[in-house]
């Protein structure tokens, strides 16, 4: 079975800290993905990647970056945490190829006080 | 992608078939239905997913009407552990990465 795992279940961080989420999988995908959700608004993509070092703004970049140094691991940076982030964030990946499915990791509830 | 319509919330008899539905009317010849659950405090969780061929794996089936405005994914044998919120998503499948997860239809199943 996949496996993507997110570093933490629950974070808390204050304003204007700079904020680590990890994701890592291990099962040799190419493509991976950072998603954050909230209540009545579904998920939303903030950023993907389709390779090492490559990586893609998606619908809601503004106030992330994102780094893929290795191909198993996808991390999300908060450069300066503000309280609108308060959300849970979700990692996903999947194999090249747009027909594949992609695969979730448990999820990461921050709280940005 | 094309926009989805599910309804709200469904229950169903544990044992008994689930048979949940998908409106995706302005679906285009190449988007591809796919369905996702989330388990409370769980990520999204991949099922099924289809092109016009109705599929069937170890989870579910999907029926796909032949005009491809709807589908179905059906739990044959729903267990208390199938209660969840089921996602049924359009996503075309030579372009773009975005998924979008709507509200999605909440599935009590009950004892």
């Known amino acids: 079975d996949v496996k993507v795992t997110q570093s933490s279940r629950y974070l808390v961080k204050r304003t204007g800290e700079k904020v680590f989420l990890e994701c890592v999988q291990d099962?040799?995908?190419?493509?991976m993905f950072w998603y954050r959700q909230d209540p009545g608004l579904g998920l939303r993509l903030i950023y993907f990647?389709?390779?090492?070092?490559?990586?893609e703004k998606g619908d809601i970049p503004e106030g992330y970056s994102v780094s893929r140094e290795k191909k198993e691991r996808f991390s999300l940076i908060l450069e300066s945490a503000s309280t609108n982030q308060t959300s849970m964030y979700l990692c996903?990946?999947?194999?090249?190829?747009?027909?594949?499915?992609?695969?979730f990791g448990d999820g990461t509830r921050l709280s940005i006080l | 992608d094309a926009k989805t319509t599910q309804p709200t919330s469904m229950d169903c008899a544990e044992g008994r078939a689930a048979n949940l539905p998908c409106n995706h009317s302005?679906?285009?010849?190449?988007?591809?239905v796919y369905w996702y659950r989330q388990i409370h405090s769980q990520g999204p969780q991949y099922i099924i997913h289809?092109?016009?061929n109705n599929e069937t794996n170890e989870m579910a089936s999907l029926i796909i009407t032949e005009d491809r405005k709807s589908s179905t994914l059906i739990l044959p044998h729903a267990t208390l552990r199938d209660t969840a919120v089921y996602y049924c998503?359009?996503?075309?499948?030579?372009?773009?990465?975005?998924?979008?997860f709507g509200a999605g239809t909440r599935l009590f199943v009950k004892a």
């Open positions: 998503i359009v996503r075309v499948g030579t372009g773009g990465f975005k998924t979008i």
């Open positions: 302005t679906i285009s010849g190449n988007e591809y």
């Open positions: 289809g092109l016009k």
């Open positions: 996903a990946s999947s194999h090249r190829g747009l027909v594949r499915p992609q695969h």
């Open positions: 099962m040799d995908h190419e493509n």
């Open positions: 990647s389709y390779d090492v070092k490559m990586k």
